[in-house]
């Protein structure tokens, strides 16, 4: 496992080690012990999520106020852009954002640490998109920052109409978005 500094130092692209030949390949998706070795994070997880989307459909900026998550989050089928939005208002890098592409064929996993918004939009025809939780989800606790918010300025990394739930159509800039300490 390969571990990739991203401009935001929580925020880590994870490469697996692939081993493939004329049959395919195997990797191993998660393994506790490397996890913690090769990136410092000793987070638990403790629940897994599974989403199936159709091209353009955005999903984000999501996080959850209380009960905050940490995502360790891969695509297994076609492609996204996924982007890490840091909302930590003691952080030296708060309101700054990086994204990266998860694809079926990259393998690339993203460590989006707990204080972050979250999101990504399907490149490919379909994308499933998996993701371990270090917290349970709490929609009570659950809050959107809007995806095209300009004093952002985060660059989707596709061309047409986003496909959006009422959810995120709803979502607030980041100035007037709850945030963490």
Not at 23 to 29: H, K, P
Not at 36 to 50: I, L, M, P, W, Y
Not at 129 to 147: A, V
Request: proline share 5%.
């Amino acid at each position: 496992m390969e571990v990739i500094q991203t401009e935001i130092p929580d925020v880590l692209i994870i490469e697996p080690k692939v081993f493939g030949d004329e049959r395919g390949f195997f990797l191993e998706s998660f393994n506790e012990k490397t996890f913690r070795e090769k990136t410092g994070v000793t987070a638990s997880f403790v629940q897994d999520n599974h989403s199936r989307s159709a091209q353009n459909v955005l999903r984000g900026l999501h996080y959850q106020i209380q009960n905050p998550q940490g995502k360790l989050v891969r695509v297994t089928s076609g492609s996204v852009y996924d982007v890490a939005l840091d909302i930590r208002k003691s952080s030296a890098t708060f309101g700054q954002w990086t994204g990266c592409l998860l694809s079926a064929d990259n393998h690339r996993q993203l460590w989006v640490p707990p204080g972050f918004a979250h999101g990504f939009v399907v490149l490919s025809e379909v994308a499933d998109f998996l993701y371990k939780t270090t917290n349970y989800y709490s929609p009570g606790h659950e809050r959107c920052i809007l995806w095209n918010d300009p004093a952002l300025n985060i660059d989707w990394k596709f061309t047409g109409k986003p496909v959006l739930s009422g959810k995120d159509q709803a979502g607030v800039p980041l100035d007037q978005a709850e945030v963490f300490a």
